[in-house]
C-alpha cells in the first residue's frame, strides 16, 4: 500500500534559521510523483513543487530547496532564513502514475519566531 | 493564471440536510478531483471525474455523495444528507490531459454541520 509519512508533526524555529522538514514515502511503484503543498492559515492549498521519480536532481527555488533520495525513500524540504511567513502546514504526498489520487502526509506544522 | 475556484467559502448546514458544493475548475482541465480535510487532520481523496463519470471513489465516498457536471464550467459535489461528521474543509482540484500534471486545488469550502 502506498503511504506517506511526516514523522514532525510541529516545528518551531525563530525566524532566520534553517529548518528541514521531512517526508518518507512507501510505494512498490517504479513511476510515480512526489509533491509538497503549502497551507497557510487562511486554508488553501498551494502547490511547491513535484518530482517524478526518474528525476532524483535536488532542485532549489530561492529559500526553498528540496531533496529526494531514492534510495532512503524521503522528500525533504528546506527553507533556508526562515520568515514569518513561511508559518504554515506544509504537506508532502504520492501519486502513482497508474493512478489519479494524491495520497497527503499528515502535514507538519510550522511555527517561524519573530 | 487560470485558477479553480469554489462557493461558497463557508457553509453552515443542519444535520441531515443535503447540501451542495460548487467548483469551477480551470477551462481546458478535463479531469476534476474532490478532497475532504477534516480539521487538522490531513488532505483525503473523495473521488475522480473524467469523462462525465467517475473513474475513482474512495471508501468515504458512500452513497451519500454524488458528483456532477451539469454544465461545461461548473462541478458540484453534493451530499444528501449531511451528519456531523462531514464538517470539513472540501477541496475542489482539476487537472490538463497529461498525466503528470499537477493537480491545481480550489481554495475551499468549509462545510459546518451543527
Known amino acids: 500500500a502506498q503511504k506517506v509519512t511526516q514523522a514532525q508533526t510541529e516545528i518551531s524555529v525563530v525566524e532566520k534559521e534553517d529548518v528541514t522538514l521531512d517526508c518518507v514515502y512507501e510505494t512498490r511503484d517504479t513511476t510515480y510523483y512526489l509533491f509538497w503543498y503549502k497551507q497557510p492559515p487562511s486554508g488553501e492549498l498551494v502547490f511547491l513543487i513535484r518530482r517524478n521519480s526518474f528525476d532524483e536532481q535536488n532542485e532549489i527555488s530561492g529559500r526553498y530547496s528540496w531533496n529526494f533520495q531514492k534510495s532512503t525513500s524521503s522528500f525533504n524540504f528546506t527553507i533556508t532564513a526562515s520568515q514569518v511567513v513561511d508559518s504554515a502546514v506544509y504537506f508532502c504526498?504520492?501519486?502513482?502514475?497508474?493512478?489519479?489520487?494524491?495520497?497527503f502526509g499528515k502535514g507538519t506544522r510550522l511555527h517561524i519566531l519573530p | 493564471e487560470p485558477e479553480v475556484t469554489q462557493t461558497p467559502s463557508h457553509q453552515v448546514t443542519q444535520m441531515g440536510q443535503e447540501v451542495i458544493l460548487r467548483c469551477v475548475p480551470i477551462?481546458?482541465?478535463?479531469?476534476f478531483y474532490w478532497y475532504r480535510q477534516i480539521l487538522g487532520q490531513k488532505v483525503e481523496f473523495l473521488v475522480s471525474f473524467y469523462n462525465n463519470e467517475i473513474s475513482e471513489k474512495s471508501e468515504i465516498f458512500d452513497d451519500q455523495f454524488s458528483v456532477e457536471r451539469p454544465d461545461g464550467s461548473n462541478f458540484t459535489l453534493k451530499i444528501r444528507s449531511t451528519k456531523l461528521e462531514d464538517s470539513a474543509m472540501y477541496f475542489c482540484a482539476s487537472r490538463g490531459l497529461v498525466v503528470a500534471y499537477e493537480q491545481y486545488f480550489g481554495p475551499g469550502t468549509r462545510l459546518t454541520v451543527t
Open positions: 477551462s481546458n482541465h478535463l479531469y
Open positions: 504526498a504520492l501519486r502513482l502514475n497508474r493512478d489519479d489520487k494524491i495520497i
